[in-house]
């Protein structure tokens, strides 16, 4: 049987839902519930009725109908006698009928007789419920449109309950509070003091439109901070909202699902009204029931009386009444539906009472669900708003990033740069911290891939503030941020992702002096549109410029006379027009960079203030017009290198007053002779070229302190080289010397020597003891088949090193000693004096106390490339892992510790390498599980054989964990582990040196960009790093299996 509960739930929808039911909704729920009892009650009577119908055989008929016997008698008498002549009647009629019989007529009037809408009337109201029920839940339980429901609901809940709604609508009611008394207060302001009318009108009224300037906004001082979970909850929502959006703004469906299912309900409505109070007549109390039974009775016709008529009366009626309100709503619902625009909903009443005035209008079903909510209820879809604002969503940011980026944490990446900087570089941030305005000393800035900056007021707590990087990022500037940029900044770059024109701000800087441009825009309509920006730059002194430009901007000719360095990197496209430069008469430095230039510019030689000249990275092959350099009588220094030049002309020797030279990466093959009459050149640069021999004249060049030759084809230096006294940096590797000359101890000013690729036969002691007397910097790289000798100690190695440029190093024929062999040196001549053997070497033995071991301990995996280091030595090597020591049965567990002891002490010298010491050497308690006493016992022992009577003279113990903090104390004591190696985490060139390795043996197609995986893995370890290139290979097979 059917519970009524269980009828309920086939009308009832989800409770979650109630907030997408507007009023009409929950009208027609509880409705439907009064049809089902209705159609519940009709039907219990009908069940629980023994005799439906009660039936009576009809003896005498009389005008087609049945007629009591004496009704005939008498109307028969009255016809035939006198009227006045009384009739006796009968007191009651004999029927004579079993009660089977009785039962049977029943059955048989009932389901011949009877109507069929008396008959079935409960059925067709349970049935017209069920199909109300399920017209108002359909949507509801349909797959397409419950997931979205679903999902919003859950949504909304969230961002209902959200302490960021909280916050952001106190943040509303603030500012609606504040702007009364604002504008109240710059009223009074307005009459009393009308003379602060006139301040700055430049700055009030601005000739073009602020591109990237934005006012200060109000913050309310009542709105609290979110802690660091409550962000990171409201930062999700934010992206479920994005995605929910997404996916819902693309259909209708919900919309259209809704809309058919009160379309059914009002025809069912239409067709009930139209049949139900027809067929309510056909509900009577007495039926005349004729049928063929006389074989089993002996009558033909019955009377007989339904004894449910008069309540189905009553019932059926109520139900007309329920089933014409129903149908009255909805026509209603149907009218709203048709009448409104529900696939657009718009959020301007809230944009105009909130700071929120971001939040976009939504569309299609997002708009529809939208509006059924706020038939519930509006503030659901007002509170839903603030996670659609854009502005609310980077106030969220901001809050997130002030949380992870504190005060320590910013203080701890300030470093000094090349120029003796405090510098603060902020990569790939989702905002610029508030915490930055408290780093008072930090000049420079580096803001890089920051997708959306804003500089606040506050930066003008950065007093020293002096220079701004700006690399693929946005950046907008408050107006009082701006006011404080204009007096303070002195340089600035700007990097651009894509193509675009340069911020409006930029031209307010008037105390700019270098503008670095990489990745803009100058179209020509710039010198029309913007002259006056420009302009406004009158303290520039250096520009550079790195786009494809066909000319150089008229802009920058025309209106920034006072320009003293122009860079200009054409990034390979062709530079054509180039007379414009004549203008810029102040120009002191000039560098056109990958301009694709074939000849060197005419225009260049009007420039009489010229003290620098670069043109790298062209297409230059003869620089015939070198000859009008004597014009420009300040040019000192002359940068033609990376370029195809094949020969330098003799008219070079013009150029009295050149000091710096750069020829290096040509196809010269000869030098000219009057190269050597500019003898104020100081730095001379001839490196990868062609050259076969330097001429003698070279050592008219008196005041050269550099000169490079790397990677020519000489064999053989000149004396005329060594009598440039001055010379301080000779660069002389990747060539084809086989000696080289006693005289270059004759350079007492020489600080750097490079030999890089040179076979130097004998071992010359008379120059090297001169060199060594100087200490000049190590060199860089030493060939695989080469002996070095590192600093005043006696260490010989065949391997491959990287020297630092602190210590000093000078090569040794390989013939002379073997690898690893010892010496000692005189301190003062480095003459070998004497072969040390392998026993006796008192860099190792000679010290007054033996160190035991020592005990490391770092990050997860920090400690890998160590452990590589220390299986090189020269030494045998014992791993134990400590917890695989670790043994059920008692004493098994100290024995291995025992026996690893002995054959450390058997295999001298031996290092004993305990990894995740942690195991088994951790802090000792006095309570603890059977398991938890045999790790004592392990440890007791470990720390008897490391201290006990038999010492490890040549064994030395190294012990690995990332807990330092969990090592027993009796393991620290003096004469077991003396030392705690703390071991960081890879630093950036670490990192690059790694990735290096792992990523070697991979088949790359094109170049890897290994500084940007650098940038991108700060806090990676090795393996980290191992795994990067690992997951790279698979992520490229499974793209090509897809392919």
């Known amino acids: 049987m059917i519970t009524l509960t269980e009828l309920k739930c086939l009308a009832d929808a989800q409770s979650s839902y109630h907030i997408l039911k507007p009023w009409w909704d929950v009208f027609w729920y509880y409705i439907t519930l009064i049809m089902l009892l209705v159609a519940v009650l009709a039907g219990a009577l009908q069940l629980t009725q023994s005799r439906v119908l009660c039936c009576l055989p009809c003896k005498v008929e009389f005008d087609n109908h049945c007629a009591v016997p004496w009704d005939i008698l008498k109307v028969s008498v009255n016809m035939s006698s006198n009227p006045g002549t009384p009739l006796p009647l009968p007191l009651r009629i004999q029927n004579d009928l079993h009660r089977q019989q009785y039962s049977y007529i029943d059955a048989v009037c009932y389901e011949k007789q009877l109507h069929w809408f008396a008959k079935f009337f409960p059925y067709l109201v349970l049935l017209h419920t069920l199909i109300f029920a399920a017209c108002s839940n359909f949507w509801l339980h349909y797959p397409s449109t419950s997931s979205r429901l679903e999902h919003f609901v859950a949504i909304l809940h969230k961002c209902f309950d959200s302490p960021w709604t909280t916050r952001a609508l106190s943040e509303t009611v603030a500012e609606q509070s504040v702007r009364p008394r604002k504008l109240s207060k710059s009223k009074t302001l307005l009459s009393t003091s009308g003379c602060s009318a006139d301040i700055d009108s430049s700055k009030q009224s601005l000739p073009y439109p602020q591109t990237g300037l934005e006012s200060a906004g109000i913050e309310s001082s009542t709105s609290s901070v979110l802690d660091k979970k409550e962000g990171e909850q409201a930062k999700a929502i934010f992206e479920k909202v994005k995605r929910f959006r997404l996916h819902v703004e693309q259909k209708d469906i919900i919309y259209r699902v809704y809309l058919k299912q009160i379309i059914v309900k009002v025809i069912l409505f239409v067709l009930i009204i139209t049949y139900v109070p027809y067929f309510l007549t056909y509900i009577s109390l007495e039926i005349d029931c004729s049928v063929?039974?006389?074989?089993?009775?002996?009558?033909?016709?019955?009377?007989?009386?339904?004894?449910?008529?008069?309540?189905?009366?009553?019932?059926?009626?109520?139900?007309?009444?329920?089933?014409?309100?129903?149908?009255?709503?909805?026509?209603?619902?149907?009218?709203?539906?048709?009448?409104?625009?529900?696939?657009?909903?718009?959020?301007?009443?809230?944009?105009?009472?909130?700071?929120?005035?971001?939040?976009?209008?939504?569309?299609?079903?997002?708009?529809?669900?939208?509006?059924?909510?706020?038939?519930?209820d509006p503030l659901y879809s007002k509170r839903f708003s603030i996670f659609l604002s854009e502005v609310s969503e980077n106030k969220l940011k901001q809050i997130n990033l002030n949380n992870e980026w504190t005060v320590e944490k910013l203080k701890s990446k300030l470093v000094k740069n090349a120029q003796d900087k405090v510098e603060l570089h902020l990569f790939m941030l989702?905002?610029?911290?508030?915490?930055?305005?408290?780093?008072?000393?930090?000049?420079?800035?580096?803001?890089?891939?920051?997708?959306?900056?804003?500089?606040?007021?506050?930066?003008?707590?950065?007093?020293?503030?002096?220079?701004?990087?700006?690399?693929?990022?946005?950046?907008?500037?408050?107006?009082?941020?701006?006011?404080?940029?204009?007096?303070?900044?002195?340089?600035?770059?700007?990097k651009f992702t894509e193509m675009g024109k340069i911020p409006r701000w930029v031209f307010h800087l008037k105390n700019l002096r270098e503008l670095y441009l990489s990745g803009c825009v100058l179209p020509e309509q710039l010198s029309t549109m913007q002259l006056e920006g420009f302009q406004d730059l009158k303290n520039l002194r250096t520009l550079y410029l790195k786009s494809s430009l066909s000319r150089i901007p008229q802009v920058v000719t025309d209106l920034l006379p006072s320009l003293q360095k122009l860079s200009l990197d054409n990034e390979g496209s062709k530079l054509v027009m180039l007379n414009n430069l004549k203008k810029m008469v102040n120009l002191k430095s000039l560098e056109l960079l990958s301009c694709d230039l074939e000849r060197i510019p005419h225009s260049i030689f009007s420039l009489n203030n010229l003290h620098e000249l670069d043109l790298k990275e062209n297409n230059l092959k003869t620089v015939e017009e070198i000859i009008s350099f004597q014009h420009l009588q300040n040019l000192s220094c002359l940068k033609l290198w990376h370029n195809n030049i094949a020969y330098i002309p003799a008219q070079i020797g013009a150029l009295s007053n050149l000091e710096q030279l750069f020829l290096d990466h040509n196809n010269i093959e000869n030098l000219p002779l009057q190269l050597f009459l500019c003898t104020k050149l100081?730095?001379?640069?001839?490196?990868?070229?062609?050259?076969?021999?330097?001429?003698?004249?070279?050592?008219?060049?008196?005041?050269?302190?550099?000169?490079?030759?790397?990677?020519?084809?000489?064999?053989?230096?000149?004396?005329?080289?060594?009598?440039?006294?001055?010379?301080?940096?000779?660069?002389?590797?990747?060539?084809?010397?086989?000696?080289?000359?006693?005289?270059?101890?004759?350079?007492?000013?020489?600080?750097?020597?490079?030999?890089?690729?040179?076979?130097?036969?004998?071992?010359?002691?008379?120059?090297?003891?001169?060199?060594?007397?100087?200490?000049?910097?190590?060199?860089?790289?030493?060939?695989?088949?080469?002996?070095?000798?590192?600093?005043?100690?006696?260490?010989?190695?065949?391997?491959?090193?990287?020297?630092?440029?602190?210590?000093?190093?000078?090569?040794?024929?390989?013939?002379?000693?073997?690898?690893?062999?010892?010496?000692?040196?005189?301190?003062?001549?480095?003459?070998?004096?004497?072969?040390?053997?392998?026993?006796?070497?008192?860099?190792?033995?000679?010290?007054?106390?033996?160190?035991?071991?020592?005990?490391?301990?770092?990050?997860?995996?920090?400690?890998?490339?160590?452990?590589?280091?220390?299986?090189e030595l020269d030494c045998n090597f014992l791993k134990a892992i400590s917890s695989s020591i670790v043994d059920k049965y008692i004493g098994e567990s100290a024995r291995l510790i025992r026996e690893m002891f002995n054959y450390a002490r058997d295999q001298q010298p031996c290092i004993i390498f305990m990894d995740e010491i942690d195991a088994i050497g951790g802090r000792r308690f006095s309570e603890g599980t059977s398991a938890d006493r045999e790790i004592q016992r392990t440890l007791t022992e470990l720390l008897n054989q490391m201290d006990g009577f038999d010492t490890l003279h040549r064994g030395k113990m190294i012990m690995a964990t990332n807990r330092p903090d969990t090592p027993d104390p009796a393991l620290l004591h003096p004469g077991r582990l003396d030392r705690k190696i703390h071991t960081n985490l890879p630093n950036e060139q670490a990192r690059l040196d790694i990735l290096k390795i792992h990523a070697g043996p991979i088949t790359k197609h094109g170049e890897l960009d290994d500084e940007a995986i650098v940038k991108l893995s700060d806090g990676f370890n090795g393996a980290d790093l191992n795994n990067v290139c690992t997951e790279q290979v698979c992520l490229q097979f499974v793209l090509i299996m897809i392919m």
């Open 292 to 376: 063929d039974v006389q074989a089993f009775t002996g009558y033909k016709r019955y009377q007989c009386v339904y004894s449910l008529a008069e309540i189905f009366k009553v019932l059926a009626s109520f139900y007309v009444i329920l089933v014409i309100l129903y149908g009255l709503t909805s026509s209603y619902s149907l009218w709203w539906m048709l009448r409104s625009s529900l696939k657009q909903y718009s959020f301007e009443a809230l944009r105009e009472k909130s700071n929120y005035s971001d939040i976009p209008d939504v569309k299609n079903d997002f708009a529809f669900i939208l509006h059924l909510a706020d038939q519930y």
């Open 430 to 494: 989702s905002g610029l911290p508030d915490n930055v305005f408290e780093l008072t000393e930090m000049e420079v800035l580096i803001l890089e891939l920051i997708p959306e900056v804003k500089l606040p007021p506050a930066v003008s707590q950065l007093v020293n503030l002096r220079e701004l990087h700006v690399c693929h990022s946005s950046l907008v500037v408050d107006h009082p941020a701006l006011a404080f940029l204009e007096e303070n900044l002195k340089i600035l770059r700007l």
């Open 682 to 871: 100081h730095y001379l640069d001839l490196s990868y070229n062609h050259l076969t021999f330097i001429p003698e004249e070279i050592q008219y060049l008196s005041n050269l302190q550099y000169f490079a030759v790397t990677n020519n084809n000489i064999e053989m230096l000149p004396d005329g080289l060594f009598q440039c006294k001055k010379l301080q940096c000779l660069l002389l590797g990747k060539n084809s010397l086989m000696n080289l000359s006693p005289l270059v101890g004759e350079l007492s000013n020489l600080t750097h020597l490079e030999l890089i690729a040179f076979k130097m036969s004998p071992f010359y002691e008379r120059w090297t003891r001169r060199l060594f007397t100087k200490e000049p910097k190590a060199y860089q790289q030493v060939k695989e088949d080469e002996i070095f000798l590192k600093g005043y100690s006696a260490v010989l190695s065949c391997q491959e090193i990287q020297a630092d440029s602190e210590e000093k190093l000078f090569r040794l024929d390989k013939g002379k000693l073997k690898s690893r062999t010892r010496v000692a040196l005189d301190m003062t001549t480095l003459t070998i004096m004497r072969y040390l053997p392998r026993e006796v070497d008192p860099l190792v033995y000679n010290m007054s106390h033996e160190d035991p071991g020592n005990v490391s301990y770092s990050e997860i995996g920090g400690l890998s490339e160590q452990i590589r280091e220390l299986r």
